[in-house]
């Protein structure tokens, strides 16, 4: 498409001292530009819908996580005998119990509010050293090539090549099972991905001519990798990065079941579900309460990412 | 071939009133706007104009192939034969494309399907339109790939487009646009993308089709030279309208449009320097070159083989040497892969080297670090592409200052009024400091990529196809801009171009180059006026000069692509001698 091409890049320029063809557009398109500029970027980002949304959704979750206690209309682990149906079933959602209880007449709400803080310090801590790990490795296979690339990828490919689960459970051997065991197990999991992708990307980047233009200026190699390159790496970090919360939360719920995870009676959102899923069809909200807590939790930070992406980059602004 | 056109024959395509719209944030914007023309049989029709003045688009609305709903055609009618091509519907469409309009598009790198074989494509472009037997397929793209003059035709068949070079691609391309004998071909740049020699080969092959099966072909271009090697009737477009419309030697001669006249008037004419000297300006010109090259060598190793061994290497340079005064400019020309952008990165340090360079007489070092940076202060380079080498994240403001963060000469208050000035010398204003890149146009960015250059106050520029990508208008200013920097401050240019017109109009002496090395070096009176080798020969009757008057019938280019600069491992590249035919003009003396 030659000539959208040429044609959208006419529209948002003024060509004034080239002048030999100036459309009259581009005068508007350049105020425009000029007033988002002067706004700051926190500014646009409270101007959108979803990105306020995502903010409040965000808010809620954390607030209920560092304020369990607070908040939390019961204990997690008290087990009512009020809980429970005469035949030993549990409650649907209903007056005392917002959100019902489970098989042991637990409350469920209560407990969704305590595994927040195991189902977010593996979703942003675990999940953000992943995020980390992976854009380093990356992003520095992708730029020095030669035996850098080959023993970083490979090993990327060992990684990848290698049962998450196997790893997980010997590591878990060696050490006790804890939360933060569980943390550096997943994180050591999920770095591979991520390190695909920004590999692939720094790779296509470096040969860029823009890059090729600050190494013939002299750039050092902190100022290439990470002024110029990594900002052109965020979008598909950000992406990746909040996809990673959804997968890391149900990884967690995993190694919870196989007994290698966050110790019962310690609630997470993971280990509710896996707890009860057997009793989906009887009583579906021990199932259907933590999972849309994971969903709400991944699309809100997916929705905040994609936001920020679209703040933080020059030529989107004046667009919306 | 200088033949009117016959205004008997009959008209195969009518555009009348044809309207095109994009779709943009702001609503709609019309891009092709009332235009109207007849195209007859067997007549050349080019499309002038510059980018963004909807030739392109022009051709994409003929072919109902615009990207809806983003575009579509608001108004006006195309007719083929009597019928109406904006009232029919998609699959009547596609038996017209490819059927009785056939397009051929600038790349034809990306044109053919990579992992499909030469006859496999031609043999599938036959029978989307043909009902004809496999065999009766077979045959028919072996006579196409002859009719095109593709050298060994039969083995072509089972090549893949990856193992022919861009001239041959091109060549396929055509022979699949004329597989079903189309009524009439549009050709968008066909050759933009490729050398001038291969450019000289395909227009003479566009005639040849043109004459032997009397297709009418409309020719979209921004190449005046070569409008004026092929059209009958030429179409000018500046910002969706035609802005003049008549016989090519009108057009040229007595043009009546202000805008015509504009442009016509800054493109560049090889032979438009004939008997001039070129007087280097400088000053302060010591004794000492700024920039001396010593048997420079470039090679590239190609692995390959389960082990993954060096087996072969790329001689991109081979042994060349040159100097470069102040205030001087040298031309580097050459084909594509003749390793005169090699050198550029040899000297900027991106890519290992063998040899020597000295800058202002200091020898550098090889590899990188705090010596190769001191001397980079001296050596500064401009990329070919303003809309690729300039970060899209940063403010331009920052992007010309970087040399100054980076080499920590400036920082602060300083630093912002330094970045002022440059965007002031360089004829942009400092209030545009803030903006980001994508909001210049194409020259303004080139602006600012000089500027960037220019601020560490280098001795010498690495001029890299800098102009290539630009409009010939913008051309024509961002030249004027460099030799008045020039003069200004005793800078030297290597000025690397593929545009023999360009290097004549700026440089004071011009090295031509030809699989590594350099075959003639001179002054520009020397070269231009007097070439002595073949290949500089060759190369000055290929381009097309933009005057009817002076069109060539024959191109006399012999059919066939540049050698491959890759050679076995072991193998050695022989070495030219120089002769010196006068006055250090130096030509390579023949093998």
């Known amino acids: 498409m030659n000539s959208t091409h040429d044609l959208e890049g006419r529209m948002t320029t003024d060509a004034k001292p080239d002048a030999v063809a100036l459309p009259a557009a581009g005068q508007t398109s350049r105020q425009t530009g000029n007033q988002t500029r002067r706004q700051g970027a926190l500014e646009r980002l409270l101007r959108r819908k979803l990105a306020i949304i995502a903010l409040v959704v965000i808010t809620i979750i954390v607030g209920a996580a560092l304020f369990a206690p607070l908040v939390a209309p019961f204990d997690p682990s008290e087990q009512f005998f009020e809980g429970l149906t005469l035949e030993g079933a549990p409650l649907p959602p209903g007056e005392r119990f917002w959100l019902g209880t489970d098989l042991l007449g637990r409350d469920v709400l209560s407990r969704l509010i305590y595994g927040a803080q195991t189902s977010l310090i593996i979703g942003l801590v675990a999940n953000g050293i992943a995020v ?38 010997t590591l878990a051997a060696l050490f006790r099972p804890s939360l933060w065991i569980v943390a550096m197990v997943i994180a050591m999991v999920n770095w591979v991905q991520m390190a695909r992708v920004v590999y692939t990307e720094t790779r296509s980047l470096s040969e860029r001519e823009f890059i090729v233009a600050e190494r013939a200026m002299g750039a050092g190699l902190g100022r290439v990798l990470f002024r110029h390159i990594l900002p052109h790496l965020l979008s598909s970090i950000v992406v990746f990065g909040t996809l990673g919360i959804s997968t890391t939360v149900l990884l967690e719920a995993t190694l919870s079941y196989l007994g290698i995870g966050v110790q019962p009676p310690t609630p997470s959102w993971g280990n509710i579900i896996y707890e009860n899923q057997t009793y989906f069809t009887s009583a579906p909200w021990l199932v259907f309460f933590p999972g849309v807590a994971i969903i709400a939790l991944a699309l809100a930070f997916n929705l905040l990412g994609d936001a920020l992406r679209e703040v933080l980059d020059p030529t989107q602004k004046g667009r919306h | 071939m200088t033949q009117t056109p016959d205004l008997a024959a009959e008209i195969v395509l009518s555009v009348q009133d044809l309207k095109t719209e994009v779709a943009t944030p702001d609503g709609a914007k019309t891009v092709v706007d009332g235009l109207s023309f007849d195209l007859r049989r067997g007549e050349t029709l080019c499309i002038a104009g510059e980018s963004g003045s909807g030739k392109s688009m022009t051709a994409l609305s003929i072919m109902r192939l615009l990207p809806e709903p983003m575009a579509r055609v608001a108004s006006g009618s195309v007719r083929l034969g009597g019928r109406d091509l904006c009232q029919l519907g998609e699959t009547e469409m596609c038996a017209i494309r490819g059927g009785d309009i056939a397009m051929i598009f600038q790349e034809p790198m990306t044109s053919l399907n990579p992992v499909l074989t030469i006859g496999r494509q031609l043999r599938e472009a036959i029978f989307v339109h043909q009902d004809v037997s496999r065999r009766e397929a077979e045959k028919r793209a072996l006579e196409t790939l002859e009719a095109v003059r593709l050298s060994e035709p039969k083995r072509r068949l089972k090549q893949y487009p990856h193992e022919l070079s861009g001239g041959m691609r091109q060549r396929v391309m055509i022979a699949m646009a004329l597989a079903c004998n189309p009524k009439v071909l549009i050709a968008d740049e066909p050759t933009t993308a490729l050398d001038v020699t291969i450019q000289a080969q395909i227009l003479q092959l566009i005639r040849d089709l043109q004459r032997d099966f009397g297709t009418a072909v409309i020719l979209i271009t921004h190449d005046m030279g070569v409008v004026a090697e092929m059209a009958d009737r030429v179409v000018v477009m500046n910002q969706g309208k035609i802005v003049e419309h008549g016989a090519v030697s009108e057009v040229f001669e007595r043009p ?26 400088a000053a302060g010109a010591g004794p000492e070159p700024v920039l001396e090259v010593k048997d420079l060598t470039v090679r590239f190793d190609l692995r390959g083989g389960i082990l993954d061994r060096v087996v072969s290497r790329v001689h991109a340079v081979e042994g060349v040497s040159f100097s470069l005064r102040a205030g001087e400019t040298l031309g580097l020309v050459g084909e594509s892969g003749c390793g005169k952008s090699t050198i550029g990165k040899a000297l900027m340090n991106l890519v290992p080297w063998e040899g020597s360079i000295r800058v202002a007489g200091r020898p550098i070092p090889h590899g990188r670090g705090e010596a190769d940076r001191l001397f980079r202060r001296d050596l500064q380079m401009i990329f070919q592409d303003p809309y690729a080498s300039l970060d899209p994240r940063m403010r331009v403001g920052d992007l010309v200052g970087e040399p100054l963060v980076i080499h920590g000469l400036a920082k602060g208050r300083e630093l912002r009024d330094r970045v002022a000035s440059l965007f002031e010398r360089v004829g942009l204003t400092p209030d545009q400091m803030d903006r980001h890149p994508h909001e210049f146009s194409g020259g303004q960015r080139q602006r600012i990529c000089i500027a960037r250059a220019l601020a560490l106050s280098p001795k010498a520029i690495i001029a890299d196809e800098s102009v290539s990508a630009l409009d010939v208008s913008v051309q024509a200013q961002v030249l004027d801009l460099l030799q008045e920097l020039q003069k200004e401050l005793d800078l030297s240019f290597l000025f690397i171009s593929h545009d023999m017109a360009v290097v004549e109009q700026v440089s004071h002496r011009v090295a031509v180059m030809y699989l590594g090395q350099i075959v003639e070096v001179g002054t520009r009176r020397q070269v231009f006026e007097n070439p002595r080798h073949p290949y500089t020969q060759r190369l000055m009757e290929a381009v097309p000069i933009p005057d009817p008057a002076r069109r060539r019938d024959v191109f006399k280019v012999p059919i066939g692509d540049i050698p491959s600069p890759v050679r076995a491992l072991g193998e050695s590249v022989e070495r030219v001698r120089y002769v010196d035919v006068g006055d250090r003009h130096l030509v390579a003396e023949p093998a």
Do not use: C, H, N
């Open chain 1, 132 to 169: 980390a790990v992976g854009a380093l490795v990356g992003i520095l296979a992708g730029f020095f090539r030669g035996w850098v690339e080959t023993v970083l990828m490979r090993f990327t490919d060992l990684m990848m090549a290698f049962p998450a689960l196997l790893l997980a459970i």
């Open chain 2, 256 to 281: 009546k449009d202000a805008y015509t006249r504009e442009l016509l008037d800054a493109v560049p004419k090889l032979g438009a320097m004939t008997g001039q000297d070129a007087v280097i300006s």
